[in-house]
């Protein structure tokens, strides 16, 4: 189940506190000049096939809304934020307003989540080079953005500094640094032995996690939600790598 909402003429994002739009999060809008917008004006006025009023905002919930005035004319009110969107976000807005298609909605989604900085930088975080020994993570990203994610999504990826010779029971394969916007993948998968799909699915698993967000159950944060659950079993190699980890969960747990 999608994170956005859509009703009436508009497409609502819910406010998570885990999402990338969440309070302590900075907005790229205040940066974006008015010759952006005038940019972002005549290409969805392009895709939608006529000319349009575009209305930008600062409202991080209502990402999109239209309505069509007395005059004919299609007013459009979207976030200031989308005057950075590519070509590709912009003819999904569009493909959105004349139909509600899902998959276009998924793309201005996934743009949605990434249209933040960190409002206070904080410590750098370490981490190793994509670069593995066997693997590098650069391709794993690229084919999981460009296939699940429309190429919308936007981080850094690295291997993360597991030590090695540890007892240990349990071992987290990969983490999402939402402050960085870093996905860290852990070394026990560098290896010959890991089949492509598993890390394919790591690091969708923590891509997921950048576009869902977190929830709130009273006091407690819930990262792995009811709609986090749900997009995640729709990767198609989620059985086979889960029972890949599953069967091989000794060996890495004794990395």
């Not at 429309?150 to 981080?155: D, K, P, Q």
């Not at 690295?158 to 960085?180: C, E, T």
């Not at 869902?212 to 990262?223: H, I, P």
Request: aromatic share 8%; with cysteine; charged share 30%.
């Amino acid at each position: 189940m999608p994170i956005v909402e859509a009703t009436a003429n508009q497409l609502v994002l819910p406010f998570e506190p885990g999402l990338a739009l969440a309070a302590d999060l900075k907005p790229l809008e205040d940066v974006i000049d008015r010759e952006a917008v005038h940019d972002l004006h005549r290409r969805l006025g392009r895709c939608l096939g006529e000319p349009i009023d575009l209305v930008t905002t600062s409202n991080r919930r209502t990402l999109v809304s239209w309505r069509r005035l007395e005059s004919g004319l299609l007013r459009v009110r979207c976030l200031r934020g989308f005057a950075r969107a590519n070509d590709e976000v912009v003819l999904a807005m569009a493909r959105f307003i004349r139909s509600r298609d899902a998959d276009a909605r998924r793309v201005v989604e996934v743009f949605a989540a990434s249209m933040a900085r960190p409002r206070r930088a904080s410590a750098r975080p370490r981490y190793a080079p994509p670069q593995g020994r066997v693997h590098d993570l650069r391709n794993v990203y690229r084919r999981e953005n460009r296939e699940r994610f429309a190429g919308a999504f936007s981080a850094r990826i690295g291997w993360s500094f597991g030590s090695a010779g540890r007892v240990r029971r349990s071992i987290r394969l990969g983490s999402w640094q939402p402050d960085h916007r870093l996905i860290k993948v852990h070394p026990v998968l560098d290896s010959k032995d890991v089949p492509d799909y598993v890390l394919d699915f790591v690091v969708f698993h923590e891509m997921l996690h950048g576009v869902v967000g977190s929830a709130r159950n009273g006091n407690r944060t819930v990262f792995h939600t009811p709609v986090f659950r749900q997009r995640e079993a729709q990767h198609p190699a989620f059985e086979r790598a889960q029972g890949w980890i599953h069967e091989n969960l000794d060996a890495l747990l004794s990395y």
